[in-house]
T-cell receptor
Framework: GENVEQHPSTLSVQEGDSAVIKCTYSDSASNYFPWYKQELGKRPQLIIDIRSNVGEKKDQRIAVTLNKTAKHFSLHITETQPEDSAVYFCAASEGNNFNKFYFGSGTKLNVKP | NAGVTQTPKFRVLKTGQSMTLLCAQDMNHEYMYWYRQDPGMGLRLIHYSVGEGTTAKGEVPDGYNVSRLKKQNFLLGLESAAPSQTSVYFC?????????????FGPGTRLTVL
């Protein structure tokens, strides 16, 4: 099955700085890559996703880039705020099955005020 | 509109005991999922369902069974609990037929097996 690796496991930044989280995947047939944010004690929530026919997608301060050749994708958060502090998970679909995901192990982001 | 709900929120079992976790969604979603979340390991798919009456194995199905008798409910059963099944269990639902692959998660069930 798919193997998704996520780095770093923890990331600490100063408020206003940018944060980048990187993921790699093993299945070249994967076509859908969502990112979920999980605040402490809460449920995961989708923050952005990208499909394989797109190289980059932005939503306000959040952007995701995808390099299908290298099989890696990244989450970029600009102008970080304390409320961005959470655990972020990347995921990759099982081939064209956009409803079966393999998740990375998570990145705990701490934004220091 | 409650979204995705899970029952119970917490449970402590002894090794060998059985239990059923209930997931309910009121969004008329076709797909439902059960994940477990362990420290440092992200979310791992246990079983999922693509519609009423269907179930399929995920990444870590051993020791669990599921049933989807009604579209709005997805049950996860542990027949003989083991300490390795201590985890936080999340249910989720989605409706790809609406052109949206977002999975909506429930609040989680924290299970401890002694």
């Amino acid at each position: 099955g798919e193997n998704v690796e996520q780095h770093p496991s923890t990331l600490s930044v100063q408020e206003g700085d940018s944060a980048v989280i990187k993921c790699t995947y093993s299945d070249s047939a994967s076509n859908y890559f969502p990112w979920y944010k999980q605040e402490l004690g809460k449920r995961p929530q989708l923050i952005i996703d990208i499909r394989s026919n797109v190289g980059e997608k932005k939503d306000q301060r959040i952007a995701v880039t995808l390099n299908k050749t290298a099989k890696h994708f990244s989450l970029h958060i600009t102008e970080t705020q304390p409320e961005d502090s959470a655990v972020y998970f990347c995921a990759a679909s099982e081939g064209n099955n956009f409803n079966k995901f393999y998740f990375g192990s998570g990145t705990k982001l701490n934004v220091k005020p | 509109n409650a979204g995705v709900t899970q029952t119970p929120k917490f449970r402590v079992l002894k090794t060998g005991q059985s239990m059923t976790l209930l997931c309910a969604q009121d969004m008329n979603h076709e797909y439902m999922y059960w994940y477990r979340q362990d420290p440092g390991m992200g979310l791992r798919l246990i079983h999922y369902s693509v519609g009423e009456g269907t179930t399929a194995k995920g990444e870590v199905p051993d020791g669990y069974n599921v049933s989807r008798l009604k579209k709005q409910n997805f049950l996860l059963g542990l027949e003989s609990a083991a300490p390795s099944q201590t985890s936080v269990y999340f249910c989720a639902s989605s409706d790809p037929g609406q052109g949206n692959n977002e999975q909506f998660f429930g609040p989680g069930t924290r299970l401890t097996v002694l």
